[in-house]
């Protein structure tokens, strides 16, 4: 019996893969019937980053970075206000924070950017974060520093 299927590629399933861990932190941090928790999107955070980078796909043609592109938060964005929330909310090197920091950082080079205080991701795990952790995490300082007289 054959049928008229096509077998399905690595590049196919990896796409796959990707999207479903995506699709998991979007509803987790977007919608009221997601199934994890703070912690939990930190690890997802992480593995979704650490997919990304065994990637030789990360050129500006590549159709992963459509995914989410009509969501709340396309994957761009969150990788983007992930860092920087990350950057502001870890505790050490030995946290599960430090961990998704370092894994967005192989794949998200900030250069001379900052803090994009209006990101959908950034706010949503701002927000989880206060309410998991029961303090406010720490808010970019965007003053300039004064010089000394």
């Not at 969150?78 to 502001?88: K, R, S």
């Not at 952790?133 to 010089?147: A, D, G, H, I, V």
Request: hydrophobic share 30%.
């Amino acid at each position: 019996m054959t049928t008229n299927t096509e077998p399905r590629t690595t590049e196919s399933c990896k796409m796959k893969n990707i999207n479903r861990i995506y699709n998991i932190i979007n509803r987790s941090l977007f919608y009221t019937d997601g199934n994890l928790n703070y912690d939990r999107i930190t690890k997802a955070i992480t593995l979704i980053a650490n997919e990304i980078r065994r990637e030789d796909w990360l050129g500006f043609d590549s159709d992963y970075w459509t995914i989410g592109e009509f969501e709340a938060c396309p994957l761009t964005e969150l990788i983007v206000g992930a860092y920087w929330h990350y950057v502001e909310c870890h505790s050490g090197q030995d946290s599960a924070e430090y961990a998704a920091l370092s894994a967005l950082g192989r794949i998200f080079n900030p250069g001379m950017s900052c803090c994009e205080q209006d990101n959908e991701a950034y706010l949503a795990l701002n927000s989880f974060y206060a309410s998991t952790k029961s303090t406010e995490p720490r808010t970019t300082n965007t003053e300039p520093l004064n010089p000394v007289k």
